[in-house]
């Protein structure tokens, strides 16, 4: 009896360890670029990615980060999938993000899913822009966490500040 349920453990281990190697990703991308002036600044982007059994396929062109001036923080996450059953398929036109200034933050989530979340989002231009000091510029389109769903369309969508201590969030069809 101890090793008819020493083999039903082992089995189910076994079965555990082959779907957190399914993951996949397919990225085809044209024209990265990020940039960075001036000190201590922060820019990241993800990409493509996928974990826990998740799959992702993206395919995105001119993409563009741009910073100036001091302390600022930018990342762009896009078609990333997450935890066991996760997928994303994301299409992407132009996307960009240019901050100047002092102390800004600026975050772009396109299609992350997470939890078992599907997310297949299909987009034209996303422009972020920030000027002055202290800013902070969010914008998450399709999204989906915990066994949520996402699907999007979405074409032109603009966010632009200037000035000083201002704050611009847009949540577009996420499922958290």
Same mark, same amino acid.
């Given at each position: 009896m101890k090793k008819?349920?020493?083999v039903a453990v082992a089995t189910l281990f076994a079965g555990a360890a082959f779907a957190q190697t399914g993951s996949e990703s397919k990225v085809s991308a044209d024209d990265l670029k990020q940039n960075q002036?001036?000190?201590l600044n922060n820019q990241t982007l993800d990409l493509g990615?996928?974990?826990g059994g998740g799959k992702s396929n993206?395919?995105?062109k001119g993409i563009s980060q741009n910073q100036a001036g001091m302390l600022n923080n930018q990342s762009a996450s896009i078609g990333n999938a997450k935890d066991k059953g996760s997928e994303s398929k994301v299409t992407v036109g %132009?996307? *960009?993000q240019n901050q100047a200034g002092m102390l800004n933050n600026q975050k772009l989530s396109i299609g992350d899913a997470s939890s078992g979340g599907k997310a297949k989002v299909t987009m034209g231009t996303v422009t972020q822009n920030q000027a002055g000091m202290l800013n902070?510029? %969010?914008? *998450?389109?399709?999204a989906a966490a915990n066994g949520g769903k996402s699907d999007v369309k979405l074409k032109n969508v603009s966010q632009n500040q200037a000035g000083?201590?201002?704050n611009q969030k847009a949540n577009v069809g996420n499922a958290e």
């Open positions: 008819l349920i020493a002036a001036g000190m990615n996928a974990k993206v395919t995105a %132009e996307i *960009k902070n510029q %969010e914008l *998450k389109i399709g000083m201590l201002n």
